[in-house]
């Protein structure tokens, strides 16, 4: 995958991510009266966000696994991006490819986990305390 196609995907998956996590603590934070009565009023918010209050477990069901299934594309992102570094190790320290298998394979597994996660870990954090501050006014205005 070209180079610019990849970092635009990456930075999708990681906006995905975000706003689904956010979501889900925004659903999870917001005024279930608010909703009701926003409901009741028959704004499109109120019918969109009590259709979800009313079948809450199938709502955050979708949610996490919509945030699964981009977690994992991020993870193969994540890989494809640092590729190319560990192939520029394997050649300045001139091993062969099964030397280079054996004794890198679980490092690189190691940093890549640890990137990704430091990465995605520390804007979900961001996201989900913008959107439970927010909650409220995120379910009533749609």
């Given at each position: 995958?070209?180079?610019?196609?990849?970092?635009?995907?990456f930075?999708?998956?990681?906006?995905?991510?975000?706003?689904?996590?956010?979501?889900?603590?925004?659903?999870?934070?917001?005024?279930?009266?608010?909703?009701?009565?926003?409901?009741?009023?028959?704004?499109?918010?109120?019918?969109?966000?009590?259709?979800f209050?009313?079948?809450?477990?199938?709502?955050?069901?979708?949610?996490?696994?919509?945030i699964?299934?981009?977690?994992?594309?991020?993870?193969?992102?994540?890989?494809?991006?640092?590729?190319?570094?560990?192939?520029?190790?394997?050649?300045?320290?001139?091993?062969?490819?099964?030397?280079?298998?054996?004794?890198?394979?679980?490092?690189?597994?190691?940093?890549?986990?640890?990137?990704?996660?430091?990465?995605?870990?520390?804007?979900?954090?961001?996201?989900?305390?913008?959107?439970?501050?927010?909650?409220?006014?995120?379910?009533?205005?749609?």
């Amino acid at each position: 995958m070209a180079i610019p196609v990849l970092l635009i995907v990456f930075f999708v998956s990681i906006l995905l991510i975000c706003f689904f996590a956010g979501i889900e603590v925004a659903f999870g934070a917001a005024n279930k009266l608010s909703i009701e009565l926003s409901k009741k009023q028959g704004t499109y918010s109120g019918k969109t966000w009590g259709n979800f209050a009313e079948h809450p477990t199938r709502f955050i069901g979708t949610i996490l696994l919509a945030i699964n299934i981009v977690l994992v594309i991020y993870g193969l992102l994540v890989g494809q991006m640092i590729a190319p570094f560990w192939i520029w190790l394997k050649s300045v320290l001139g091993l062969s490819e099964e030397s280079f298998v054996n004794y890198i394979s679980y490092f690189r597994l190691f940093v890549e986990t640890v990137l990704a996660s430091a990465i995605i870990l520390s804007l979900v954090v961001l996201t989900r305390a913008y959107f439970k501050a927010r909650s409220n006014s995120l379910v009533s205005n749609g």
